[in-house]
């Protein structure tokens, strides 16, 4: 079974709507990090947020927002009045650890988003 | 501050052939992770190296092997190349001294075609 789940495959939008992205995760850690990450058209995959598991706290930056919550395994990604320069395909991962007190990414496949002027 | 750097950008090689992969970490980053990205998926983890240790491999053949140097950059290698090995394979930094995979920072990637 798939560990990140990102079950929105495409959205398409208009700009200046809201738009969220939803990411479901499975672990059996108690201390686990989830994570977003951005990859535009040039390839190059850019880090957006980490949030750690004790931490439910939801996070704003500018039109960025994060919804963290444990109890139903989700941490959504939302962009406000979202702009061209969105569009990207936007990963969610998680951290766990592994034997050997190491960590590994886990990545969900992706949901691309494309805004449409 | 200067961010990961790959090299090449672009490769084309033939099947059967061997490639070398290079990478720089952000100063001051010990780890350096490996991935490889085909068209329209997430990223596959290939190798993570920790002052010059490796300390995970995903599942990968024989073929890819990697190693880092003291100064903490990295080369990935791999060898007798087949069609399905041409994808993006990115390169990234992270683990400012704990050795743990917290928030890893990529680079810009090589586009390695096989043909």
């Known amino acids: 079974a798939q560990k990140v789940t990102q079950a929105q495959t495409e959205i398409s939008v208009v700009e200046k709507e809201d738009v969220t992205l939803d990411c479901v995760y499975e672990?059996?850690?108690?201390?686990?990090?989830l994570f977003w990450y951005k990859q535009p058209p040039s390839g190059e995959l850019v880090f957006l947020i980490r949030?750690?598991?004790?931490d439910e706290q939801n996070e704003i930056s500018g039109r960025y927002s994060w919804n963290f919550q444990k109890s139903t395994s989700s941490f959504n990604f939302t962009i406000t009045a979202s702009q061209v320069v969105d569009s990207a395909v936007y990963f969610c991962a998680l951290s766990e650890r592994e034997a050997g007190n190491n960590r590994k990414l886990i990545w969900g496949l992706g949901t691309s988003l494309a805004v449409n002027p | 501050d200067a961010g990961v750097t790959q090299s090449p950008t672009h490769l084309i090689k033939t099947r059967g052939q061997q490639v070398t992969l290079r990478c720089s970490p952000i100063s001051g980053h010990k780890s350096v992770s490996w991935y490889q990205q085909v068209l329209g998926q997430g990223p596959q983890f290939i190798f993570q190296?920790?002052?010059?240790?490796?300390?995970g491999r995903g599942n990968f053949p024989d073929r890819f092997s990697a190693r880092q140097f003291p100064n903490y950059s990295s080369e990935l290698n791999v060898n007798a190349l087949l069609l399905g090995d041409s994808a993006l394979y990115l390169c990234?930094?992270?683990?400012?001294?704990?050795?743990?995979?917290?928030?890893?920072?990529f680079g810009p990637g090589t586009r390695l075609t096989v043909l």
């Open positions: 949030r750690n598991s004790f």
């Open positions: 990234a930094s992270g683990g400012e001294g704990t050795g743990m995979i917290d928030t890893q920072y």
């Open positions: 672990t059996r850690d108690t201390t686990y990090y």
């Open positions: 190296y920790y002052e010059k240790e490796e300390r």
